[in-house]
T-cell receptor, first 110, second 114 residues
Framework: SQQGEEDPQALSIQEGENATMNCSYK?????LQWYRQNSGRGLVHLIL?????REKHSGRLRVTLDTSKKSSSLLITASRAADTASYFC??????????FGKGTTLSVSS | DADVTQTPRNRITKTGKRIMLECSQT?????MYWYRQDPGLGLQLIYY???????NKGEISDGYSVSRQAQAKFSLSLESAIPNQTALYFC?????????????FGPGTRLTVL
């Protein structure tokens, strides 16, 4: 079974707006990662947040992690049409491979 | 990512045929993975290997087998392909630096089983 579950499944916004997507998971983790996938292509790593961190920034990306609620959120500020993609969270547990969620499909229209 | 290559990129085959998907990497990573992606189901882990002598089953290993021929090569085989194995297959690598596995993906192989 998949560890991470993203919400919403799909999100449509206008350019310039912020996009927020959430990830919930079931068991303890070492870290949580977010990946991006352009249509039909391989995933690309965006950002990693460790279990002892609460917030992390990278450019227009902001990730939060709440280990008590077993949840994370990815915020993309000032969205652009080029941000249109699917976004996946992945959880890292010791001794096993990353487990990916089902993803959120983001559509940014100009 | 050009450092992780997959061959073939597209393959159409018939039910019952044996198929091999190949993955090569020049990143020098010890860890390699095979995933399949179906629409709406995200990525599902098929097999993974943490080094040349280590092979582990993932969530959906039934109907698949793998071979880790060298640090740089990890092949996925479908011994007798069936239509519900039609999917997009990804290979990935990682190097557990500082206790963190950041994965690097290949471009994918689109497999159609008729």
């Amino acid at each position: 079974s998949q560890q991470g579950e993203e919400d919403p499944q799909a999100l449509s916004i206008q350019e310039g707006e912020n996009a927020t997507m959430n990830c919930s998971y079931k068991t303890s983790i070492n870290n949580l990662q977010w990946y991006r996938q352009n249509s039909g292509r391989g995933l690309v790593h965006l950002i990693l947040i460790r279990s002892n961190e609460r917030e992390k920034h990278s450019g227009r990306l902001r990730v939060t992690l709440d280990t008590s609620k077993k949840s994370s959120s990815l915020l993309i500020t000032a969205s652009r049409a080029a941000d249109t993609a699917s976004y996946f969270c992945a959880t890292d547990q010791a001794g096993t491979a990353l487990i990916f969620g089902k993803g959120t499909t983001l559509s940014v229209s100009s | 990512d050009a450092d992780v290559t997959q061959t073939p990129r597209n393959r159409i085959t018939k039910t019952g045929k044996r198929i091999m998907l190949e993955c090569s990497q020049t990143k020098g990573h010890d860890r390699m993975y095979w995933y399949r992606q179906d629409p709406g189901l995200g990525l599902q882990l098929i097999y993974y290997s943490f080094d040349v002598k280590d092979i582990n089953k993932g969530e959906i290993s039934d109907g698949y087998s793998v071979s880790r021929q060298a640090q740089a090569k990890f092949s996925l085989s479908l011994e007798s392909a069936i239509p519900n194995q039609t999917a997009l297959y990804f290979c990935a690598t990682s190097d557990r630096t500082a206790g963190m596995d950041t994965q690097y993906f290949g471009p994918g192989t689109r497999l159609t089983v008729l």
